[in-house]
Every structure is written in C-alpha cells, then in structure tokens.
C-alpha cells in the first residue's frame, strides 16, 4: 500500500483544515488506517483512527471532539480539522495498519503533510 497525505498548510488558530489521504494498492479498503502526527524532537503521536471491521473511530484525547476521521472511499480518506491550537503544528502521517482490539497498529506510512497553526 502506497499513501501520501496532502491538504497541510498555514491556517490560523481557530481555523479549521482538510487533510487528504490517497492510496493505491492492494486492499487498502479492507484496512483499518490511522492518522498520526510528529514535532521535531518528539515521538510520532497518535491522532485518529478508523477500524476497518465496524467503522469505529478512535481519537486523542487532545484532538477529541475538534478533529473527524472518514473514509471518503476505496481509496481516499480524511481528517476534518476544526478549532486548531497553535500546538497542532506538526508534520501529519496518514497510515494503514490493523486494530488489535481498539489499539491501532501502523503497517504503511505515506509522506507527511505540514500543518503549521499560527496564533
């Protein structure tokens, strides 16, 4: 599975984003797929998921309720992101992977899209 995340840019705090995910491969539809975040000097964090088996959404608890992960179709999927804090500046990962219970495990990673939120 290829992935490249796209639709990063400058947005100001409180403003809201749509990153874009695109994949081509085998199966990706039959995939759970996450997104995941990283700042210089950090750990990649994660930010969303979507299990593959029932639809169900999984997020952190920093981004709960401001940020919406979809399946946009057999081969795209996006992260809404509503009300944005200066600290979601960050490079952001789409990926696909599996659930293990609700713990989401990566398996492909695309190239990363910047988000930078000015305040």
């Known amino acids: 599975v290829q992935l490249q995340a796209y639709g990063g840019g400058l947005v100001q705090a409180a403003g809201s984003l749509r990153l874009s995910c695109a994949a081509s491969?085998?199966?990706?539809?039959?995939?759970?797929m996450g997104w995941f975040r990283q700042v210089p000097g950090k750990d990649r964090e994660f930010v969303a998921g979507i299990r593959w088996s029932d639809g169900n959404t999984y997020y952190a608890d920093s981004v709960k309720g401001r940020f919406t992960a979809s399946r946009d179709g057999a081969e795209t999927s996006s992260l809404q992101m509503n009300s944005l804090k200066p600290e979601d500046t960050a490079v952001y990962y789409c990926?696909?992977?599996?659930?293990?219970?609700?713990?989401?495990?990566?398996?492909?990673w695309g190239q990363g899209t910047q988000v930078t939120v000015s305040s």
């Open positions: 990926t696909a992977g599996r659930y293990v219970y609700s713990t989401y495990l990566p398996e492909f």
């Open positions: 491969g085998r199966a990706f539809s039959r995939q759970s």
